[in-house]
């Protein structure tokens, strides 16, 4: 099977961070870049940041744009997305997906895992 597998969610508190995992399975993600995109409780699926395949600056949206960043450690076939500063906005469903290049529309992106939850409570 080729898809991603998210982990690392879970409650947390405003001002508070987290750390989000994505390991591919069944294919090396070294090849690809990586995409973050998360969907918030009622509403569409949205981009939050994309890593390049060799490095570079990469993508963030701007409502997380100074609080997240994001990181990819090829030998353990893994993308992270770590989130600091986090807001009650920031709650949703976080999924990763893999594209040939970090500016694609999402629905080029695929191998779509089944995301983990981030919940931002007090």
Same mark, same amino acid.
């Given at each position: 099977?080729?898809?991603?597998?998210?982990?690392? /969610?879970?409650?947390? #508190? %405003?001002? +508070?961070? @987290? =750390?989000?995992?994505?390991?591919?399975?069944?294919?090396?993600?070294?090849?690809?870049?990586? /995409?973050?995109?998360? #969907? %918030?409780? +009622?509403? @569409? =699926?949205?981009?939050?940041?994309?890593?390049?395949?060799?490095?570079?600056?990469?993508?963030?949206?701007?409502?997380?744009?100074?609080?997240?960043?994001?990181?990819?450690?090829?030998?353990?076939?893994?993308?992270?997305?770590?989130?600091?500063?986090?807001?009650?906005?920031?709650?949703?469903?976080?999924?990763?997906?893999?594209?040939?290049?970090?500016?694609?529309?999402?629905?080029?992106?695929?191998?779509?895992?089944?995301?983990?939850?981030?919940?931002?409570?007090?």
């Amino acid at each position: 099977q080729l898809q991603f597998v998210e982990s690392g /969610g879970g409650l947390v #508190q %405003p001002g +508070g961070s @987290l =750390t989000l995992s994505c390991t591919a399975s069944g294919f090396t993600l070294d090849s690809y870049a990586i /995409g973050w995109f998360r #969907q %918030p409780p +009622g509403k @569409l =699926t949205e981009g939050v940041s994309c890593i390049y395949k060799n490095g570079g600056t990469p993508y963030f949206d701007d409502s997380v744009k100074g609080r997240f960043t994001i990181s990819r450690d090829n030998a353990k076939n893994t993308v992270y997305l770590h989130m600091t500063r986090l807001e009650l906005s920031d709650t949703a469903i976080y999924y990763c997906a893999a594209a040939t290049h970090c500016q694609r529309a999402q629905s080029e992106f695929g191998h779509w895992g089944q995301g983990t939850s981030v919940t931002v409570s007090s």
